[in-house]
């Protein structure tokens, strides 16, 4: 939300950060990142490119965050045929109903058919990225992300044998400002905890190697991306109590934060677990990142409703940002990009 509009860079561009980035370091494994870089509009020249410029180094390339569909492979493939790192999938939600309530409208069948492409074009190791945490979330979700690695592994095994690996990675939603979800609460550790261990249970004897977040370091997260003005005083009482590098795992001390809020008689949980009610003036509400609040109310209301919206960069769906930065589009000064035009009455498409 707060990175809108979609901006490109062009190839040339790439291939010169790519280049300078390369002779710089000396680094030889480049990861082309982005929200979906399939979506970029001259992707495959831009594969093209890549795979001429290095035909002759030992470079390892990337592409990370791919959509699930088989255009995704065929990119893959151009990639001089490097096999070995895996081929990662985003489904993010187990069920159908719960991905179509954060936007990511993907089909089981697309998503088997998808595995099962990559199984049979080479690919041994296949990543999944899960959240949990979701607003709405059941139990039915939690059994869905079991079941969808259960059938991703069984097809795995059934195309390559036992040489099919899975890796799941399981993280939990931190709702954050600026976005659609920035009024739900986040999840108690308590739950978080309880869904982790059904997940665990449930794959320990699959041979699926599966990693979780620690939800002490979610609530953090929590804290620190949801708090106002009063945070700043807990991270110095923090400070002050010893906490340093809490990135590190081995570094951070849960303790030591809760002893921090005591010390300035603040509860975490108003920060971390408080469904905060629409009407409700945000901490950061002074922020103004040119999306509007209200399109943020409508968007949470679509994914309530489990009703999902097109890519704007096909049509634009008035988030607000064209109007609080009419001076920079179309040749302003530093930046200039182009939303396609909006469609009077337009309706969220509905799915399910
Ligand atoms: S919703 Fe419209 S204005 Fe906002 S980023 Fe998308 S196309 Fe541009």
């Given at each position: 939300m707060v990175n809108r509009p979609v901006r490109q860079r062009s190839v040339e561009q790439i291939i010169a950060a790519l280049d300078s980035a390369y002779h710089a370091t000396g680094i030889e494994e480049i990861g082309l990142l982005s929200l979906s870089s399939s979506d970029h509009t001259q992707i495959k020249s831009l594969v093209e490119a890549i795979n001429q410029k290095y035909q002759d180094d030992n470079v390892n390339i990337s592409l990370p965050s791919l959509r699930i569909e088989t255009f995704s492979l065929d990119l893959m493939d151009m990639l001089q045929g490097k096999r070995h790192g895996g081929f990662t999938l985003a489904p993010e939600a187990g069920t159908e109903r719960m991905r179509n309530a954060i936007?990511?409208?993907?089909?089981?069948?697309?998503?088997?058919?998808?595995?099962?492409?990559?199984?049979?074009?080479?690919?041994?190791?296949?990543?999944?990225?899960?959240?949990?945490?979701?607003?709405?979330?059941?139990?039915?979700?939690?059994?869905?992300?079991?079941?969808?690695?259960?059938?991703?592994?069984?097809?795995?095994?059934?195309?390559?044998?036992?040489?099919?690996?899975?890796?799941?990675?399981?993280?939990?939603?931190?709702?954050?400002?600026?976005?659609?979800?920035?009024?739900?609460?986040?999840?108690?550790?308590?739950?978080?905890?309880?869904?982790?261990?059904?997940?665990?249970?449930?794959?320990?004897?699959?041979?699926?190697?599966?990693?979780?977040?620690?939800?002490?370091?979610?609530?953090?997260?929590?804290?620190?991306?949801?708090?106002?003005?009063?945070?700043?005083?807990?991270?110095?009482?923090?400070?002050?109590?010893?906490?340093?590098?809490?990135?590190?795992?081995?570094?951070?001390?849960?303790?030591?934060?809760?002893?921090?809020?005591?010390?300035?008689?603040?509860?975490?949980?108003?920060?971390?677990?408080?469904?905060?009610?629409?009407?409700?003036?945000?901490?950061?509400?002074?922020?103004?990142?040119?999306?509007?609040?209200?399109?943020?109310?409508?968007?949470?209301?679509?994914?309530l409703d489990g009703i999902t919206r097109q890519d704007c960069s096909h049509q634009c769906s008035a988030c607000g940002i064209q109007s609080t930065y009419l001076e920079l589009i179309d040749g302003g000064e530093k930046i200039s990009w182009k939303c396609p035009p909006m469609v009077k009455n337009r309706s969220p498409h509905m799915v399910g």
């Open positions: 936007n990511k409208p993907i089909s089981p069948t697309q998503l088997l058919d998808t595995v099962s492409a990559i199984f049979n074009r080479g690919w041994q190791t296949i990543k999944l990225y899960f959240m949990i945490g979701q607003p709405g979330e059941t139990e039915e979700d939690i059994e869905g992300i079991i079941a969808l690695c259960l059938d991703a592994l069984k097809l795995g095994r059934t195309i390559i044998g036992h040489k099919a690996k899975l890796h799941v990675s399981i993280g939990t939603l931190v709702p954050k400002p600026h976005t659609p979800f920035q009024w739900v609460a986040t999840d108690s550790i308590e739950h978080i905890s309880e869904k982790q261990d059904r997940i665990k249970r449930a794959l320990k004897k699959s041979g699926i190697k599966l990693m979780l977040t620690d939800p002490q370091a979610t609530m953090l997260e929590a804290w620190l991306s949801r708090g106002d003005r009063r945070i700043g005083a807990v991270i110095f009482a923090a400070w002050k109590r010893g906490a340093k590098f809490d990135a590190w795992q081995d570094q951070y001390n849960y303790q030591t934060w809760l002893q921090a809020f005591d010390d300035r008689s603040i509860d975490p949980n108003h920060y971390a677990h408080r469904i905060r009610d629409i009407d409700e003036v945000l901490p950061w509400d002074h922020i103004d990142s040119g999306v509007k609040k209200k399109f943020l109310v409508k968007e949470y209301q679509n994914s």
